[in-house]
């Protein structure tokens, strides 16, 4: 994770866990909370226009390179799960997302992580500058900064 002063854009969204998220302990399975970071992901791309398609539109694939998740309490089939995302501000030519997840009904922290996703030409082409359109995307935000 990122430590020290930062700049991030925030989103937060609820999702129903759905029957067939469940493992046979009634238990979100391990796996599909990177389902759920992709439905944070999705919705903040969506408030801040930058979906996919928008990127894809500009020339790139952004595939993701890293993911981790630590998983802390067990989030049961009828919750409902709060996905919190933010997407980091990095100088580098990549796209960092940070993920909480917390069952709604207890309030508790069931998982946090992160994903790396670099940028791809449409030929598989590594990009290894911010491209001009993210650049300037980046520049329109309006960033929160805190320190962690």
């Known amino acids: 994770m990122i430590r020290g002063k930062r700049r991030y854009l925030l989103n937060e969204i609820e999702v129903a866990v759905r029957f067939s998220e469940v493992d046979a302990m009634n238990v979100v399975w391990h796996g599909n909370y990177l389902k759920y970071f992709e439905d944070g992901r999705e919705a903040l791309g969506a408030e801040y226009q930058l979906d996919y398609l928008d990127i894809a539109h500009k020339g790139f694939f952004v595939p993701i390179v890293h993911s981790e998740i630590d998983h802390s309490y067990p989030i049961q089939y009828g919750s409902k799960v709060k996905v919190i995302s ?25 998982a946090k992580g992160q994903t790396i996703q670099v940028f791809v030409t449409h030929e598989k082409e590594l990009i290894l500058t911010i491209p001009e359109f993210y650049a300037e995307w980046k520049a329109q935000q309006n960033w929160i900064e805190d320190e962690e």
Do not use: F
Not at 86 to 100: F, G, M, S
């Open 86 to 110: 933010r997407l980091v501000d990095t100088p580098a030519a990549k796209i960092i997302h940070e993920y909480e997840i917390y069952d709604v009904n207890s309030g508790k922290l069931a």
